[in-house]
């Protein structure tokens, strides 16, 4: 099983930056795609960025050119800096992690959430 913790949310004025981070923990073969989501108030939960193993992201539209997602692979981490921040970007970001964990003698690809970190753009 994978654990997720994150840190590095809070509260930061428009136009401010911050950073995310994610460290995972936990016994399993290998994690594979590391990322973040995030949920805002009466919203579903949505991709914000993932990162791939060895290469390849993926972003959602509104914050391209203004997140930049990025891993440690040796330490098991990944980062999110958020630049530019707007208010739209508030919302509860969550650690998301797919992960080769053994179950019964087999390997298998299951995917893993953190507990999730609040991010407030205001001012």
């Known amino acids: 099983q994978v654990q997720l913790v994150e840190s590095g949310g809070g509260l930061v004025q428009p136009g401010g930056s911050l950073e995310l981070s994610c460290t995972a923990s936990?016994?399993?073969?290998?994690?594979?795609?590391m990322g973040w989501y995030r949920q805002a108030p009466g919203k579903q939960r949505e991709l914000v960025a993932i990162?791939?193993?060895?290469?390849?992201?993926k972003y959602t539209e509104s914050v391209k050119g203004r997140f930049n997602v990025s891993r440690d692979n040796a330490k098991k981490m990944v980062y999110l800096q958020m630049n530019d921040l707007k208010r739209e970007d508030t919302a509860v970001y969550y650690c998301?992690?797919?992960?080769?964990?053994?179950?019964?003698?087999?390997?298998?690809?299951?995917?893993?959430w953190g507990q999730g970190t609040q991010v407030n753009v205001s001012s």
């Open positions: 998301y992690a797919t992960a080769d964990v053994y179950t019964i003698g087999r390997l298998s690809e299951r995917v893993y």
């Open positions: 936990g016994s399993f073969f290998r994690i594979n795609t």
């Open positions: 990162i791939e193993r060895s290469v390849g992201t």
